[in-house]
């Protein structure tokens, strides 16, 4: 199939016009990959929805390619927005391909070096601040009640339509909603996003809804703790945010949906971020792993019953951040001289030969 994008393939769910332009990278229509050496460890039947696979590398582009053509729909010239990374990357990317400027506003020394590369090549104006994304939120915000620039944070209700888009993907690639959808929280838009689109995939198709599962790094759990956290810490740098702003409309996804938003630790998050790799192919960025660390955790626990119908939402690529996933791993390569001899007698001897 020669796949259109989301705007064209999902216009009847979308609030696409005629006026609104033709936008595309060829976001969605990601894959989703089943993956059995979990599914057997942990007694469920797990797939992964892999938005990494999306053209700048994480599910935002669902969400940006919807915000970026409206706001060039009505006119305007540039987009901002506040971000721990994947955001202001697929922001820069589809203000670039519509011919629109692009400003940013990262926490300085916290954003993935693979995001703040690809933001500097799509040739984003970018701010560091010495403080954490609910603090450059805050500014954006305030930038956008009088400058001239459309904000793209996931408070623009575009983003959440586009990002609705994963849940139909979804329902169409299983046949129908899983019983459970295991996703990462950080600002809360995404899985706002996913219960949205299962709720209207199943009121024109009726396939179901399932349990939403949401993961709250537990150094940034502000919706477990059901309290503001001011200084959020983890390792997952993409979800390191400590005041969501969708925060009533995950817990509304959560209660709506009989399902539960729980916190899971670093150490939950990089075990579950090498298992996913080693075990399955699947290389995630550390805050996407936040998923599976929670599937291992509510298995464990017996939220999550064995037998039970899963996806978990990968959000973005394990190359964003290389440098988090060598500093998990007590491996270094094998350093050899340039001598055929050397190399062969080392290899023969590894693979047994
Ligand atoms: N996973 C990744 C890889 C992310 O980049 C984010 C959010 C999330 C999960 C959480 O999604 O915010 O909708 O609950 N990243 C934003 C950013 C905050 O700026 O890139 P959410």
């Known amino acids: 199939m020669n796949w259109p994008g989301l705007l064209k393939q999902y216009q009847d769910f979308l609030p696409v016009t005629d006026k ?34 999306n053209p700048t590398g994480s599910f935002k582009d669902r969400g940006m390619v919807m915000a970026v053509a409206k706001a060039a729909e009505d006119g305007s010239t540039s987009v901002i927005c506040a971000s721990t990374g994947n955001t202001s990357a697929s922001a820069a990317a589809y203000a670039a391909k519509a011919g629109m400027s ?44 009088n400058a001239p620039v459309t904000l793209v944070n996931s408070v623009n209700p575009y983003r959440l339509e586009g990002q609705k888009t994963a849940a139909f993907e979804i329902c169409e690639q299983l046949g129908a909603a899983p019983e459970v959808l295991a996703i990462p929280v950080g600002n809360a838009g995404n899985i706002s996003a996913y219960w949205k689109g299962f709720k209207e995939f199943h009121d024109k198709k009726q396939t179901g809804l399932p349990k939403m599962f949401g993961f709250e790094a537990e150094g940034a759990s502000a919706i477990v703790q059901n309290k503001v956290i001011t200084d959020p810490e983890t390792i997952a740098t993409a979800i390191r945010i400590g005041n969501p702003a969708s925060w009533n409309l995950a817990v509304n996804a959560r209660d709506e949906s009989s399902g539960k938003i729980g916190a899971v630790t ?45 996806v978990a939402v990968l959000t973005g690529n394990g190359l964003k951040d290389p440098q988090t996933a060598i500093e998990q791993l007590n491996t270094e390569p094998v350093s050899l001289p340039n001598d055929l001899d050397a190399v062969t007698a080392y290899i023969e001897d590894v693979v047994g030969a």
């Not at 990278?25 to 929805?49: A, R, W």
């Not at 993935?112 to 701010?127: D, N, T, W």
């Open 102 to 145: 692009a400003v940013i506003v990262i926490p300085k020394g916290k954003v993935a070096l693979g995001k703040l590369a690809q933001a500097m090549m799509y040739g984003a104006e970018i701010v560091e601040i010495d403080g954490n994304f609910d603090d450059a939120l805050k500014m954006v915000k305030h930038v956008n009640e």
């Open 20 to 53: 609104t332009p033709a936008l595309t990278l060829k976001e969605g229509n990601t894959p989703l990959i089943h993956f059995p050496h979990l599914s057997s460890q942990l007694g469920v039947d797990l797939y992964g929805k892999v938005e990494g696979a």
């Open 266 to 310: 670093d150490k939950e998050i990089v075990h579950a971020f090498k298992l996913l790799a080693r075990k399955e192919g699947i290389f995630a960025e550390p805050g996407s792993c936040a998923s599976i660390a929670g599937v291992i955790q509510q298995c464990a626990n017996g939220d999550i019953k064995p037998g039970s119908r899963i």
